[in-house]
């Protein structure tokens, strides 16, 4: 769980980086988009759209390790591990953007922003990251960072960097819950208890 969560965000943020050396200076990293580097014919075609695919087998292995997690939480997550692959099948073709590819890419955002507050579990006996106000607040940070693509998608400005924000959060989110799942469960593991000492009777006195 914690290397299948923890390799997801260094295979995706590798992939892109990877791609845009092979891609040359007529990318531009700050307005264009990672589908940019995943669309066919692109030099970096294979790099990127296999880190997608290495993301997704991710997602799916944390889903399936996040027993603590609520179920809805984990199926979410699962989705989206899903949707990365989808994606990576669907590629945006080089000549411009696909429709396929782009609904595919939203609703994997939208189940990877929705995850952590469908995966909280309740008070402060679960593990910190799957308490309410942790997870809601990854929730909202995804959320912003989402209608900030929009903003920048709108004007044409700086959607790569808005896209890059906002998809490195929600690839670590889940290295996060399993490292905090994984200490919540070493802090409860009981230690070894003194035994107590033996009551003496009168008759032994």
Same mark, same amino acid.
């Given at each position: 769980? @914690? @290397?299948?969560?923890?390799?997801?965000?260094?295979?995706?943020?590798a992939?892109w980086?990877?791609a845009?050396?092979?891609?040359?200076?007529?990318?531009?990293?700050?307005?264009?988009?990672?589908?940019?580097l995943?669309?066919y014919g692109?030099?970096?075609?294979?790099?990127?759209?296999g880190? %997608?695919?290495? +993301?997704?087998?991710?997602?799916?292995?944390?889903?399936? $390790?996040? *027993?603590?997690?609520?179920?809805?939480?984990?199926?979410?997550?699962?989705?989206? $591990?899903?949707?990365?692959? !989808?994606?990576?099948?669907?590629?945006?073709?080089? #000549?411009?953007?696909?429709?396929?590819?782009g609904a !595919?890419?939203?609703?994997?955002?939208? @189940?990877?922003?929705?995850?952590?507050?469908?995966a909280?579990?309740?008070?402060?006996?679960a593990?910190?990251?799957?308490?309410?106000?942790?997870? %809601?607040?990854?929730?909202?940070?995804?959320a912003?960072?989402?209608?900030w693509? @929009?903003?920048?998608?709108?004007?044409? $400005?700086?959607?790569?960097?808005?896209?890059?924000?906002?998809?490195?959060?929600?690839? +670590?989110?889940?290295?996060?819950?399993?490292?905090?799942?994984?200490?919540?469960?070493?802090? *409860?593991?009981?230690?070894?208890?003194? *035994?107590?000492?033996? !009551?003496? #009777?009168?008759?032994? *006195?």
């Amino acid at each position: 769980m @914690l @290397l299948s969560s923890g390799s997801a965000p260094v295979l995706l943020i590798a992939g892109w980086a990877v791609a845009a050396a092979m891609e040359g200076g007529g990318y531009d990293p700050v307005t264009e988009t990672i589908s940019v580097l995943a669309a066919y014919g692109t030099p970096g075609y294979w790099v990127m759209n296999g880190a %997608f695919l290495g +993301l997704g087998v991710c997602h799916l292995l944390t889903a399936w $390790g996040l *027993r603590v997690a609520a179920t809805a939480g984990r199926l979410a997550l699962a989705g989206g $591990g899903v949707a990365a692959l !989808v994606v990576a099948a669907l590629p945006a073709p080089s #000549s411009g953007g696909s429709l396929r590819h782009g609904a !595919v890419a939203v609703i994997g955002f939208a @189940l990877l922003a929705l995850w952590p507050v469908l995966a909280a579990t309740g008070g402060d006996a679960a593990p910190w990251a799957l308490r309410p106000a942790p997870a %809601f607040a990854a929730t909202a940070v995804m959320a912003v960072g989402g209608a900030w693509f @929009l903003v920048e998608m709108h004007r044409h $400005g700086a959607m790569g960097v808005a896209e890059r924000a906002v998809t490195a959060v929600q690839s +670590l989110w889940p290295f996060v819950v399993a490292t905090s799942c994984l200490l919540h469960a070493a802090h *409860r593991t009981p230690g070894r208890e003194p *035994r107590p000492a033996p !009551v003496r #009777s009168d008759a032994d *006195r």
